[in-house]
């Protein structure tokens, strides 16, 4: 299921990225700045050996990554705010693994004291820690079997708080970092495709270029 969904949320980002190019570019004006970089560089490989000449050619190279960075800049913009958005919770996804059984974690509740509550297959070790310095009471847990299950924290007010919690095999991504209240202390994970284990966000650049440049070609 994760690389399945890694995989189309990749390819549909690489066709957005392409649509938004096209519509927000000047091609004719990319294409020619692109052009005179490469002619720049000819240029001061040409003359080397003049020295006023290749000091003249890397000024106007400048210039021209510029002029090229400008036009392709409300595109990269548009691209990049939601990016933004999203990163946070695609890296929740499939950035992190659900506890390794026989392994242990911790449990971070930002707030001054409460008393936590977990699943069976997950064993509280330690009484709640509080660090006075940065309003955190932390305990330190261990997953003894797979589960997907919630925490509960109740707090001093008796009001509750619950949280999501995974153990086992990676199914479903634990997803921690979507309530900031509570932080489970996941491991990070690589995604496997093709018995290539790499960080997810490799994967998604190369498969959105891929997909981009593949939609490109076939439009």
């Given at each position: 299921?994760?690389?399945?969904?890694?995989?189309?949320?990749?390819?549909?980002?690489?066709?957005?990225?392409?649509?938004?190019?096209?519509?927000?570019?000047?091609?004719?004006?990319?294409r020619?700045?692109?052009?005179?970089?490469?002619?720049?560089?000819?240029?001061?490989?040409?003359?080397s050996?003049?020295?006023s000449?290749?000091?003249?050619?890397?000024?106007?190279?400048a210039?021209?990554?510029?002029?090229?960075?400008?036009?392709?800049?409300?595109?990269?913009?548009i691209?990049?705010?939601?990016?933004?958005?999203?990163?946070?919770?695609?890296d929740?996804?499939?950035?992190?693994?659900?506890?390794?059984?026989?392994?242990?974690?911790?449990?971070t509740?930002?707030?001054?004291?409460?008393?936590?509550e977990?699943?069976?297959?997950?064993?509280?070790?330690?009484?709640?820690?509080?660090?006075?310095?940065?309003?955190?009471?932390?305990?330190?847990?261990?997953?003894?079997?797979?589960?997907?299950?919630?925490?509960?924290?109740?707090?001093?007010?008796?009001?509750?708080?619950?949280?999501?919690?995974?153990?086992?095999?990676?199914?479903?991504?634990?997803?921690?970092r979507?309530?900031s209240?509570i932080?489970?202390?996941?491991?990070?994970?690589?995604?496997?495709?093709?018995?290539?284990s790499l960080?997810?966000l490799?994967?998604?650049?190369?498969?959105?270029?891929?997909?981009?440049?593949?939609?490109?070609?076939?439009?």
């Amino acid at each position: 299921m994760i690389p399945a969904s890694l995989v189309a949320l990749s390819a549909i980002w690489g066709v957005l990225a392409v649509l938004v190019f096209r519509h927000f570019t000047n091609r004719n004006a990319v294409r020619a700045a692109i052009n005179r970089i490469y002619a720049r560089l000819l240029e001061i490989r040409l003359y080397s050996e003049e020295l006023s000449l290749v000091w003249q050619a890397q000024k106007a190279l400048a210039i021209d990554n510029l002029k090229f960075l400008s036009r392709i800049a409300p595109p990269v913009l548009i691209m990049a705010i939601p990016f933004a958005l999203l990163y946070p919770q695609l890296d929740a996804i499939y950035g992190t693994a659900p506890l390794e059984v026989g392994h242990t974690a911790t449990v971070t509740l930002s707030g001054d004291s409460g008393k936590l509550e977990a699943p069976q297959e997950i064993a509280i070790e330690t009484l709640p820690v509080k660090d006075e310095a940065d309003h955190q009471v932390i305990w330190r847990i261990r997953a003894l079997s797979p589960t997907r299950g919630i925490l509960t924290i109740t707090l001093t007010n008796g009001a509750t708080i619950t949280r999501t919690i995974a153990s086992g095999k990676r199914t479903l991504a634990p997803n921690h970092r979507s309530e900031s209240s509570i932080v489970i202390d996941y491991p990070e994970a690589d995604v496997t495709m093709a018995g290539l284990s790499l960080p997810w966000l490799i994967w998604f650049l190369l498969i959105s270029a891929l997909g981009g440049t593949g939609f490109s070609l076939c439009t």
